[in-house]
């Protein structure tokens, strides 16, 4: 499905421009205090997303969620692996959404949770409710250009 590459890489792309992938909680340090490599879980997740391995991102994820499940960024990029993988069967579409709105609670200045859900929304045609989730990631990042895009997408196939 070549759409669905597209918005990987599209999303990919967005989410490590923005710095998601710079935790500092539960980084691997050696006896010097040095970061081990590939310690960080979201670095670890977001390569697996790269190389295609949507549920080897949720297996780092998960484990990660157990010491810290109020992490949003966590929350969002496991998300997205669920949204990933139902891209193709649809199996873990209700996960993805559970996971962007728990992302969007925990921070709600993280837009890309919002503005992820809102592409939800917009495929399974609840136009108020994307553009309400398109609303919410405008008002988080007013200067990017997504979350206005989005909204007007769902405002126009809404009839508003």
């Known amino acids: 499905m070549p759409v669905a590459r597209f918005v ?3 999303v990919l792309a ?3 421009a923005g710095g998601v992938a710079g935790c500092a909680e539960l980084v691997a340090t050696d006896s010097l205090g040095a970061k081990v490599k590939g310690s960080d879980p979201l670095e670890s997740a977001i390569s697996a997303l790269g190389a295609g391995e949507d549920a080897r991102a949720n297996e780092i994820l998960r484990e990660a969620l157990r010491y810290n499940p109020r992490d949003a960024r ?3 990029v496991n ?3 669920y949204h990933s993988q139902a891209l193709g069967t649809g199996y873990h579409w209700n996960l993805a959404k559970v996971g ?3 992302a ?3 921070d709600p200045y993280l837009w890309q949770a919002a503005y992820m859900l809102g592409i939800m929304r917009l495929s399974d045609r609840q136009f108020d ?3 309400l989730s398109f609303a919410h990631a405008a008002v988080a990042a007013p200067f ?3 979350p206005f895009y989005g909204l007007a997408a769902a405002s126009y196939a809404g009839g508003n």
């Open 14 to 16: 967005v989410w490590i």
């Open 129 to 131: 409710g994307a553009a």
């Open 79 to 81: 998300a997205f692996a």
């Open 104 to 106: 969007q609670s925990f």
């Open 144 to 146: 990017s250009p997504e």
């Open 74 to 76: 966590f929350n969002m």
């Open 100 to 102: 962007y709105l728990l």
């Open 8 to 10: 990987r890489a599209s």
